[in-house]
């Protein structure tokens, strides 16, 4: 935590003395594998352009696969001062830059939330999220107006979830399946916020969303979901059935967890092996569950 808060201070207040902090705290940094605050850790260490350091940062590339994929443009060893500051001002100029308010909310929430501040970064998410309702041109993409950047509110539902506000994660997520463009979008993004409802204990609702993920999967003319069967998407949808199923007959909802087990049946029946594995049990469990309440 104390790393993170030091190099987002970093960031803001680039000083003359910062190397051997910087150096220091990327290399620890490695711990937590690939951070935005690693990346950040290597581009304040690059943007000095001391070739000396190529070592380190290619040493740190090399932690495990998602930093070696996160870090991949580093320049390789021979390259010149410009093209190691080069590489750092590109990648600071796309993801990090100077101006604390470029930065997403969800930096600072996060931030806050990790040092137990949950309170502060809660009523900051739901402001965030009062905007998006009142004003949802805000989702505009400036390049492309007739079209919506809907992934602000998927990280909202996230953020909410994580603090344990259920009830506001529904409300992102609900306004974020409803946004959804394509049958993959609105199926997937359905099907979490069937899990989230089940979560929250609002079985008849969540019941209802997991139908509408049925209805998009049975539009014949949704080429997005045209293989939805043969990957783990279709997996991840049975086994959200059958949890519900589960949660219906735990709930003493006996006709209703029937009616989903011969849905969720349905929709396993439809994967094919590979995507089916590991679910057959969840399957088997559940079934005996209903039968044990019916």
């Not at 290597?42 to 352009?49: I, M, Q, S």
């Not at 940062?57 to 870090?71: H, M, N, P, S």
């Not at 309170?119 to 390049?143: C, N």
């Not at 992102?172 to 993004?189: F, G, I, M, P, V």
């Amino acid at each position: 935590m104390r790393r993170r808060i030091a190099l987002r201070a970093a960031q803001f207040d680039r000083a003359e003395g910062d190397p051997d902090l910087l150096r220091h705290l990327l290399r620890h940094e490695t711990r937590s594998s690939m951070t935005d605050e690693l990346r950040l850790a290597a581009v304040l260490v690059g943007l000095r352009g001391d070739t000396a350091d190529l070592p380190l940062l290619l040493e740190v590339r090399k932690t495990d696969f998602d930093t070696a994929c996160g870090l991949s443009e580093i320049p390789e060893p021979g390259a010149s001062a410009d093209e190691l500051r080069q590489w750092a001002r590109a990648l600071d100029e796309s993801m990090f830059g100077t101006d604390p308010s470029d930065e997403p909310v969800s930096t600072w929430t996060g931030l806050a939330r990790d040092q137990g501040m949950t309170e502060l970064a809660r009523v900051t998410l739901i402001r965030e999220l009062d905007h998006i309702f009142m004003d949802q041109g805000r989702l505009r993409r400036p390049e492309a107006p007739h079209t919506l950047a809907t992934a602000a509110l998927s990280r909202l539902a996230r953020d909410f979830e994580e603090l344990g506000d259920l009830p506001q994660a529904l409300r992102a997520q609900r306004l974020y399946a409803a946004l959804q463009e394509t049958a993959w979008n609105r199926a997937s993004a359905r099907r979490d916020l069937a899990r989230l409802e089940r979560e929250a204990g609002r079985l008849p609702q969540a019941a209802d969303s997991l139908a509408a993920v049925r209805d998009a999967l049975a539009t014949p003319a949704a080429d997005s979901l045209r293989h939805w069967q043969r990957v783990n998407f279709g997996r991840f949808i049975a086994e959200e059935h059958y949890r519900l199923t589960l949660a219906l007959a735990d709930a003493g909802r006996p006709e209703e967890a029937r009616a989903l087990l011969a849905a969720a049946d349905a929709v396993l029946g439809e994967l094919s092996e590979n995507a089916a594995k590991g679910i057959r049990e969840l399957a088997e469990r559940t079934a005996a569950r209903v039968r044990e309440v019916g």
